[in-house]
């Protein structure tokens, strides 16, 4: 796909979504089934108004059904569904038009998703781009008749495990997605949808108090060394701003964040999109609370040098001062997580490194906490 976005000084390709392909594999199913031949290329008009020009690897008859694949481009984005075939077979019904779930895409078994329980993970835009190519194709052929097409995923159930669909309570095989039907290159976009869907599903299933853990450190950290469960764990990434502010809208009462100090203590200065290409300020943070404490200037010069978290703290605690600015620097945590909120959400954390464990915990932290621990720690 020639489409190209300017991201961080770099032209990226952009791509199409599994919702895409899903129904450029259904139209090239229909249209042979229908006309007895199928095209090379679908032609497909993407909700975003772009057409993307999607090729048909595979197409056969068979036992009076129409089958045809087509390979996923995900362009320049780091997507774990790049490559894979989806596939579409249909066939002739008495009326209307009928989209099933076949083998690779999941399918729905908690509440709270954009499909009910028990349906295909065939989200809502795919369903239209799907039905929209069935009802064409149909009408290009003077077919009055019915159409039902069987939307499949070779390998799903594979790389599904790399994605957060059982989390998510989505068993069997990827989901169809695609609210654009292209995929924009590292796009926040895919991630913080991810992320509302996540508390949509939780909300659903009746929960009010949330734990969110910003990466695979924070995950680890909280089971190895807190006794979480982890069942009960977003992930948020670096969107900390983006799952306050959708916990808020949803309605929930609380929420409870564990994380590295590599991405938290960016809270002390107001960041709340903490990736490194957005904003940094570790050191200024460290380094301005030693200050306000009295520190000298050369330990302030010292931890402006630092490269990492841990070694602020190295430097702190052998200038004897560790303990007054980690709790200088809790409190300012505190200010901008309820300057975010606006005592519309109880938020409380706690932020470790590796080496150094535990740093910073905020005064109601161990209250949440108690909650997502397992019962018998």
């Known amino acids: 796909m020639e489409v190209f ?19 450029a594999a259904a139209g090239a199913a229909a249209q042979l089934l229908l006309s007895g031949a199928a095209p090379q ?22 036992d009076g059904a129409a089958v045809c694949t087509v390979r996923k481009d995900s362009g320049d984005d780091p997507d774990v569904t790049d490559g894979i075939e989806i596939w579409a077979s249909v066939t002739c019904i008495q009326k209307g038009f009928l989209i099933t779930g076949g083998a690779g895409v999941g399918h729905v078994t908690r509440p709270g998703l954009a499909c009910k329980v028990g ?9 239209e781009q799907i039905l929209r190519l069935l ?29 957060f669909n059982g989390r998510l309570g989505i068993v069997g095989g990827i989901s169809i997605l695609g609210t654009s039907g292209i995929v924009e290159p590292m796009s926040e976009q895919a991630l913080t949808d991810t992320i509302h869907v996540e508390l949509d599903s939780r909300w659903a299933a009746g929960e009010r108090d949330l734990l969110a853990c910003p990466g695979n450190y924070g995950r680890d950290f909280a089971r190895l060394r807190l006794g979480v469960n982890l069942d009960a764990a977003v992930t948020t990434s670096n969107y900390i701003g983006e799952t306050l ?6 309605g929930f009462h609380s929420l409870l964040f564990i994380g590295h100090a590599g991405k938290l203590v960016k809270l002390a200065a107001g960041v709340m999109q903490t990736h490194s290409s957005m904003a940094d300020g570790r050191q200024e943070i460290f380094a301005a ?27 702190l605690r052998d200038a004897a001062m560790l303990q007054p600015v980690l709790e200088s620097i809790t409190h300012k945590i505190e200010e ?15 932020i470790f490194t590796n080496a150094s464990g535990e740093l910073l915990r905020s005064e109601g932290a161990a209250d949440l906490l108690e909650r997502f621990q397992e019962k018998d720690i």
């Open 5 to 23: 976005l300017v991201k961080n000084q770099k032209g990226l390709r952009c791509g199409y979504t599994t919702g895409s392909c899903a129904a």
């Open 245 to 250: 502010d959708y916990a808020i809208y949803k």
């Open 119 to 127: 349906e295909a993970a065939i989200n809502p835009v795919p369903r």
């Open 41 to 62: 290329t679908v032609h497909l008009l993407t909700p975003k108004g772009i057409v993307a020009d999607i090729e048909v690897v595979h197409a056969q008859l068979q």
């Open 289 to 315: 609370h030693a200050a306000l404490h009295g520190a000298s200037r050369d330990t302030v010069r010292r931890l402006m040098g630092s490269i990492t978290v841990d070694e602020c703290i190295g430097i």
């Open 336 to 350: 901008h997580l309820g300057k975010r909120t606006r005592g519309a959400l109880r938020t409380e954390f706690i």
């Open 135 to 163: 009802r064409e194709t149909a009408e290009k052929h003077g077919y009055a008749g019915g159409l039902h097409a069987v939307i499949g995923a070779k390998n799903g159930e594979e790389v599904a495990k790399a994605t």
